[in-house]
């Protein structure tokens, strides 16, 4: 009998747990129906692009302590002027490496490499030292050292020189990571509203800052005022994250380098804050510049160029300046 009974009982459990399994299905099926459907939309995505000015822009880059650049590649950057191949390449370049090596001793910043009136007396003040007066006289012709290095070295900018050393470089997220850290965080609180959160640059693109952010080429290149022309997506870019959760950006495009902030989120439709862009005070590259895009190409063989004509291979010393000749 009590067998019966506890099989009586069992299916008994079973059928009150399969109904309670139903109803419980029926309840949550009229639950999902009851929400709007417009709950389910993704929220739309948005960008802010807060531009630098380009005067900011500039006095950041001026006061990059010289010593926080690679030596080699900041002689390779300075050494360009077409007046200088009238000078025996080995003797320049280690004229030129002295005379910077001193300015970084000194605690100069970038902005020593445009006062001209220092720095043309002291790089021919050490040619002389490795170069007879009859070896100037033949080498300079009829024209004086001083002339000869002015024209050649008088117009640099700052801002040009360490675009040239960042498209140098083998190592352009550390360089651009110890150069902007060295400016020291009060300036980059100026520019950016917080300062660098530690992590360093990564190099990325301009097409791949745009997919991440959901904006398009033509709304990116407006926001930071220039155009798409100004700005293409294969432009190269380097990115920071920042204490107050915006990104700094620095682009080097065709019209020279710039600063920005960005910020992306969602649930509100897209906005542009700040004024400025990409116009530079810097001049625009010249015939046999490389292209956006292409600076390790270039890096490389501006290298080989420069070994060829010297027969010296620089020596990287990362953060300090220095060569070595083999």
Same mark, same amino acid.
Do not use: W
């Given at each position: !009998?009590?067998?019966?009974?506890? $099989?009586?009982?069992?299916?008994?459990?079973?059928? +009150?747990?399969?109904?309670?399994?139903?109803?419980?299905?029926?309840?949550? /099926?009229?639950? $999902?129906?009851?929400?709007?459907?417009?709950?389910?939309?993704?929220?739309?995505?948005?960008?802010?692009?807060?531009?630098?000015?380009?005067?900011?822009?500039?006095?950041?880059?001026?006061?990059?302590?010289?010593?926080?650049?690679?030596?080699?590649?900041?002689?390779?950057?300075?050494?360009?002027?077409?007046?200088?191949?009238?000078?025996?390449?080995?003797?320049?370049?280690? @004229?030129?490496?002295?005379?910077?090596?001193? !300015?970084?001793?000194?605690? $100069?910043?970038?902005?020593?490499?445009?006062?001209?009136?220092?720095?043309?007396?002291?790089?021919?003040?050490?040619?002389? /030292?490795?170069?007879?007066?009859?070896?100037?006289?033949?080498?300079?012709?009829?024209?004086?050292?001083?002339?000869?290095?002015?024209?050649?070295?008088?117009?640099?900018?700052?801002?040009?020189?360490?675009?040239?050393?960042?498209?140098?470089?083998?190592?352009?997220?550390?360089?651009?990571?110890?150069?902007?850290?060295?400016? %020291?965080?009060?300036?980059?609180?100026?520019? @950016? %509203? #917080?300062?660098?959160? /530690?992590?360093?640059?990564?190099?990325?693109?301009?097409?791949?800052?745009?997919?991440?952010?959901?904006?398009?080429?033509?709304?990116?290149? @407006?926001?930071? %005022?220039?155009?798409?022309?100004?700005?293409?997506?294969?432009?190269?870019?380097?990115?920071?994250?920042?204490?107050? /959760?915006?990104?700094?950006? $620095?682009?080097?495009?065709?019209?020279?380098?710039?600063?920005?902030?960005?910020?992306? #989120?969602?649930?509100?439709?897209?906005?542009?804050?700040?004024?400025?862009?990409?116009?530079? +005070?810097?001049?625009?590259?010249?015939?046999? +510049?490389?292209?956006?895009?292409?600076?390790?190409?270039?890096?490389?063989?501006?290298?080989?160029?420069?070994?060829?004509?010297?027969? @010296?291979?620089?020596?990287?010393?990362? %953060?300090?300046?220095?060569?070595?000749?083999?």
């Amino acid at each position: !009998m009590y067998p019966s009974l506890c $099989l009586r009982s069992i299916k008994a459990v079973r059928t +009150r747990c399969s109904a309670a399994a139903s109803l419980l299905a029926g309840l949550m /099926g009229a639950a $999902l129906l009851a929400v709007p459907v417009a709950s389910a939309k993704v929220a739309p995505t948005y960008v802010e692009v807060d531009p630098v000015p380009p005067a900011q822009t500039a006095e950041a880059i001026e006061a990059i302590p010289l010593a926080d650049l690679n030596g080699a590649e900041l002689v390779m950057a300075v050494d360009q002027g077409p007046e200088l191949e009238r000078l025996p390449e080995d003797v320049f370049t280690a @004229a030129l490496q002295e005379v910077l090596a001193e !300015m970084a001793a000194k605690g $100069l910043t970038a902005e020593g490499l445009g006062e001209a009136s220092d720095l043309v007396p002291a790089i021919e003040r050490a040619l002389q /030292g490795r170069l007879s007066a009859a070896e100037l006289q033949a080498l300079t012709a009829e024209e004086s050292l001083n002339t000869l290095l002015t024209a050649a070295l008088g117009s640099l900018e700052p801002e040009r020189v360490f675009q040239q050393t960042l498209e140098l470089s083998e190592d352009p997220q550390g360089l651009l990571t110890r150069a902007l850290s060295g400016v %020291g965080p009060e300036m980059i609180e100026s520019i @950016a %509203g #917080g300062s660098l959160s /530690g992590r360093g640059f990564t190099e990325t693109g301009v097409g791949e800052l745009e997919r991440t952010y959901g904006i398009t080429e033509r709304a990116f290149a @407006a926001a930071l %005022g220039t155009s798409a022309d100004g700005l293409p997506e294969t432009t190269a870019a380097f990115t920071a994250p920042l204490t107050n /959760g915006r990104v700094l950006v $620095l682009f080097n495009g065709p019209e020279g380098l710039s600063l920005a902030m960005l910020k992306g #989120g969602a649930g509100v439709s897209r906005g542009v804050t700040g004024s400025g862009g990409l116009r530079r +005070r810097v001049r625009q590259r010249s015939a046999g +510049r490389p292209a956006a895009g292409h600076s390790r190409r270039y890096r490389s063989s501006h290298r080989h160029r420069h070994a060829r004509r010297s027969g @010296a291979r620089p020596e990287r010393r990362e %953060g300090r300046l220095g060569l070595s000749y083999r």
